[in-house]
């Protein structure tokens, strides 16, 4: 009995030496592995080296190597593809690379590879990454994605392929990324080539939260209503008007620098979850209508910044605003920053007051009696008074209110008055003219006295000359 028990505790403590013994050779090969690949033999001591650090990553505290080897010019085959153990993090951005190194590691997490010149990802290029949950291949030229390029990475939550040259690409391409939750296209100018359904035809995973299609020569785009897309990027496309067939949940929208020339009610009429909508650089767009914000009560960030071209906005563009509607609105930030905006109807006075920011740097504003409400808003708009000349210039809340004046008549009617006034004084100055000017016979005879020089002298020749 006692013997078993000692041959127990013999075989748990040999097993133990082993254990540690075996953790010790893992750990040193480890280090060979690591020296391999952070200070490789032909660029020992020079600037080639990779910065190799400890990080601890995990909530366990386990072992976490970051490498960077960034700005190196390293081609392909400067590089070990066997990753040293513990890799967590792997940095090779702003080299030489023309082509994706087939890596084997199960433990690293990030690769970022942007800013190379890789032209082509091939079939199965990543599936010895199994652990990979970030990949970052922007900025580079891949023009070609072949089918099964992101096979064995079930675990990649961020694909970045922005700044590429994407455009037909095969289908079901993403199908393998069953828990992607970013995705980044942005910046592939042909990527309208590619037919654009995303979901059925490419096979992106159904949950995927965030999306960027920017700069991707968008004429239109369809997204299924019941996806549960959080965020959309869709700046910089040829969007005419906000695509009407967008998931539903959506939370935050960037329209911004499309074609839209008015905001209308049927642009956000499906945008009933968003909370934060860009509409900015828009070149072209020139009024906000009655309505165009009205069923976007959940909106809390609304940016016009820079769409130089909005000129109107109408006084109920957020519907009719009642002490009721109001309450629902959860609109808190609002900038109209470099629009050309001249005023705001009044009716606006009761949203603008609940808020906590609204820009209004840059605009030409017209402060009349129409804009004095604009003054007692409870926060700085920065807003500067363009008109009246005198107080050009001027921030809203420092000029005097005044000199918020409206002139009770039109324009017109000053220049009718002053210009009646002309007519009436030349009448006036013609009559007095006509009244001053000399009568014939009668005035001269009244005027000139007998004694006056000029007095009238007549001569009787008759009598001269014959004085008898
Ligand atoms: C990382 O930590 C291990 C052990 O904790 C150590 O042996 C190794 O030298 C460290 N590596 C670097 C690059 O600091
Ligand atoms: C990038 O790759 C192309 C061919 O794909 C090649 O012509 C070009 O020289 C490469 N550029 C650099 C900087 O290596
Ligand atoms: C894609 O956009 C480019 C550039 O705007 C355009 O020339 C091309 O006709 C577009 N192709 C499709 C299929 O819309
Ligand atoms: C809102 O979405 C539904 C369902 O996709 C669509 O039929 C409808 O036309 C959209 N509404 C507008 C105003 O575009
Ligand atoms: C402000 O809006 C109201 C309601 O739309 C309208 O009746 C009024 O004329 C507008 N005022 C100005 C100065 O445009």
Redo the contacts with the bound molecule.
Sequence with gaps: MASLKVMRALTFALLLLLAIHFNQAEIIDGEEETDRFCYPENSKNSRRSCECSNVSASPWGMRALRIDCSYKDFKVKDLSLVLPLYIDSLDLSWNGLDSVPIFASDSLHQLNLRHNNISKVIAGNFKQLTSLRELYLGWNSIAQLEANSFEGLPHLQVLDLAHNNLHSLPSQLFAPLLVLGSLDISWNRRFNESGGDLYTGLGVNWKLATLRLDACSLTELHLP?SAPLKELSLRRNQLKRIP??LPESLLRLDISDNLLEELL??DT??LTQVRQLFVEDMSLLQSVVAQALASVDLLETLSFQNSRQLTHFDAQAFGVISSVSIKKKALRSLSFRGTMLRSFNSTLAPLFNQLTELDLNGLPLQCDCELVWLKQLPYQTNGRCYKPNRIRGMLVTSARGDAFSCDTWPRWAYGLVVLSLIALSAVGIYLIVMGLRPHRGVTMRRKVGAGSPYARVTIEPNRQENPH
């Design positions: 209503v009407s067939q009610p049927q009429a499906n």
